[in-house]
């Protein structure tokens, strides 16, 4: 059987010095392919994700991105190699504009950016109209469209996003997670932590249920909607 396009292997680690958070997890996506990291506050969700991406330390596991091990490798060095992260907060310049956050977004490129820029303002058409507003000054909603914009900017082999619905309304968080899907169709593989379980199952090709840094379930979205442990412990019945 081959292996997953991006895959996060038995991770175990933590932050620094700290104690471990992970404990042998492991999470992995394929292309055109939404997978969703979901379960209970503080079970390791997001730090999975930051494994993955670089950004703490896996003293045990791999990561492996299109059958190369990247275990080693630095975040600016992942994002180099393909992987689109957009974090959870501090995930715009609030100062520039929507365009030039946009143009940060193509910091590695050396070639014509206009057609992807286009292809971004396609997928958010709000973008568009707002490309000369400064991007602090646009609603929680469009600040997020604005970051997945500016990571697709680099044209990523892999997005990754950590809670991309964080504190935007129910309307807002249902348009996200259409354009998340558009996204998908393109065949960029899409690992995302999300804090609306529910919803974030319901459109997840590939799911993954974290208690205390380790898999809890693994399965499609629709085989963990119709758990009916995972439904009585993080869907309220």
Known sequence: MSEP??????????????????????IAVEKGEIAVIVGPNGAGKSTAMKAVFGMLNVHSGSVRLDGEDITALSPQDRVIKGMGFVPQVRNIFASMTVEENLEM????REDDIKQTMEQVYDLFPILRDKRNQAAGELSGGQRQQVAVGRALMTQPKVLMLDEPTAGVSPIVMDELFDRIIEVARTGIPILMV???????????DKAYVLVQGANAHTGTGKELLANPEVRASFLGG
Do not use: V
Not at 105 to 108: P, R, V
């Open 5 to 26: 396009f991006l895959i996060g292997d038995t991770m175990t680690g933590g932050y620094g010095k700290g104690p471990d958070i992970l404990h042998g997890c492991t």
């Open 105 to 108: 977004g193509a910091f590695i």
């Open 194 to 204: 999300e804090q609306n379980a529910r919803q974030a199952l319901e459109i997840a």
